[in-house]
């Protein structure tokens, strides 16, 4: 994939943006949106970390989308350029999934990924 300056770090589906507001009516107070970030973990050694954000840190970028706030780690952007987050939902399953053109390698469940 061929980056440049215009290509967003995140971009987030209207199945997302969605999910993202049904999941932030029933959050605690206080909380402004979800931070997207990353973290080492799994067989692959990295993982996608959601979680609920209830301010913006430092160097943070913030994503609005349908009236969503997504807060990007600035620790994660690197590894995030160009990736889309999305929702997807089975019969066996239900999660956030990201389309990440950087990623290099997954391991066999998709719980984890490199970038090389």
């Known amino acids: 994939m061929q980056l440049d300056k215009?290509?967003?770090i995140l971009t987030i589906t209207d199945?997302?943006?969605k999910r993202v507001k049904d999941?932030?009516?029933?959050?605690?107070?206080?909380?402004i949106g979800?931070?997207?970030?990353?973290?080492?973990a799994g067989c692959s050694g990295l993982q996608y970390n959601v979680e609920f954000a209830s301010e913006q840190k430092e160097f943070?970028?913030?994503i609005?989308?349908?009236g969503v706030r997504v807060l990007i780690d600035p620790a994660a952007?690197?590894?995030l350029i160009g990736s889309e987050m999305d929702w997807l939902e089975d019969k066996f399953s239900s999660s956030f999934v990201f389309n990440?053109?950087?990623?290099?390698?997954?391991?066999?469940?998709?719980?984890?990924?490199s970038v090389s």
């Open 15 to 17: 199945r997302a943006s």
């Open 23 to 31: 999941i932030l009516k029933n959050a605690e107070k206080g909380v």
């Open 60 to 62: 943070e970028d913030s």
């Open 64 to 66: 609005y989308v349908n």
């Open 100 to 113: 990440n053109p950087n990623e290099t390698a997954k391991c066999g469940c998709g719980e984890s990924f």
């Open 6 to 8: 215009d290509t967003p």
């Open 34 to 40: 979800l931070r997207v970030g990353i973290k080492t």
């Open 77 to 79: 952007v690197m590894f």
